[in-house]
């Protein structure tokens, strides 16, 4: 059986791609969990940091671990219909043809919370997001450890969030004791959120499963659609991702229009910072001979780029960028999703 491999004399990143290597890392994980512990875990969307989401003091690590502000909720993952209907007072129709159009996968779902469900993950407020992950290990941790998993991305507060174990090691890997190796998120953003707790259905953050397919998913049902979501008022959030800033790299990013290569020139002048710091991000109009220090062509196409984008970030700060260059994007449905996680990862 292979070694885990260690970063420093406490962490362990626990591999997965065996079957053998993967019941380990499940055992190990759970053990953790049910301690009241941390654990670093492999998802669909990105990776989450999670604890037991019933204990109200395992999940006050979460907070202190990310520097989370306390004011932001986090979701509940769950790996069954049985496991998401205990966490929840109410079940709705709409919940349930949302299941079974989009789970296990990228979607959760705001219902009023059960008792069992600690005030901490719902920053006070009275819903809580619920999303069956279709990531296997997380199906098997969670049944494994006997209860749901509050799990936010496993990053620091405001900080790009990780799609693989290294990301995870070299943000947090100082305030855990076990990162699970899962290999590269699939999916690459996070998880749509759709409250269901209102008189009309509404999504609170956009994600990869976009507002023709909940439509289509919830025939005759009212929905209040809008592209990009903003603070809940005076209420508590109801979702994680509706900070203005958020997803955020160590460089400046920005979001330029350009039909040529001179064109974006000119822009990058006005900048005033050295070509070499300077890291673009395209998918259609890639320029030529402009000195940057990285050019990076993501393909044209809205999963592709959601799958990439949080890499390519983690990428250009490693490599020193003072400024990332980011193409703008499509203006189409399947494009919302990453448009707000560009917009929010701008934001000064």
């Not at 079974?100 to 990228?106: C, D, I, Q, T």
């Not at 025939?219 to 809940?232: H, I, K, L």
């Not at 002048?269 to 991000?281: D, E, M, V, Y």
Request: hydrophobic share 40%; aromatic share 4%.
């Amino acid at each position: 059986m292979d070694s885990p491999r260690s970063s420093s004399s406490q962490l362990i990143v626990l591999q997965t791609h065996t079957p053998t290597l993967f019941k380990a890392a499940v055992t190990q994980a759970a053990v953790l969990l049910r301690a009241g512990e941390l654990v670093a875990l492999p998802t669909e969307t990105v990776y989450g940091l999670a604890a037991n989401a019933l204990s109200s003091e395992a999940v006050s690590k979460i907070f202190q671990a990310k520097g989370r502000p306390e004011t932001n909720p986090i979701i509940v993952h769950v790996n069954g219909l049985d496991m998401a209907k205990a966490c929840v007072t109410v079940w709705p129709e709409s919940a349930t043809l949302l299941a079974r159009a989009f789970w296990p996968g990228p979607l959760t779902l705001v219902l009023p919370k059960a008792n069992c469900i600690p005030n901490n993950v719902t920053a006070g407020g009275k819903t809580v997001g619920i999303r069956w992950p279709s990531h296997p290990f997380m199906h098997e941790v969670i049944g494994e450890a006997g209860f749901p998993l509050a799990a936010p991305s496993a990053n620091r507060s405001n900080e790009i969030s990780p799609t693989n174990a290294e990301h995870v090691r070299k943000s947090l890997g100082d305030k855990l004791l076990i990162i699970v190796d899962g290999g590269q998120s699939q999916v690459g953003i996070e998880s749509t959120v759709v409250d269901l707790s209102g008189p009309r259905l509404r999504v609170l953050r956009p994600g990869i499963i976009h507002a023709a397919a909940l439509q289509a998913a919830t025939p005759g049902m009212e929905w209040e659609m809008g592209r990009g979501a903003g603070a809940d008022s005076t209420e508590p959030l109801r979702s994680p991702g509706r900070l203005l800033r958020h997803y955020s790299p160590k460089a400046r990013l920005v979001i330029l229009n350009w039909k040529n290569s001179h064109e974006l020139s000119l822009q990058l002048n006005s900048t005033g910072i050295n070509r070499q710091k300077i890291h673009l991000i395209v998918y259609s109009h890639v320029p030529g001979g402009l000195n940057c220090g990285r050019v990076s062509v993501i393909p044209h196409d809205a999963e592709a780029f959601a799958r990439a984008i949080y890499a390519e970030l983690h990428q250009c700060d490693e490599e020193g960028a003072e400024l990332i260059v980011v193409e703008a994007l499509p203006d189409s449905d399947e494009w919302v999703a990453i448009g707000d996680r560009l917009i929010r990862a701008s934001a000064r």
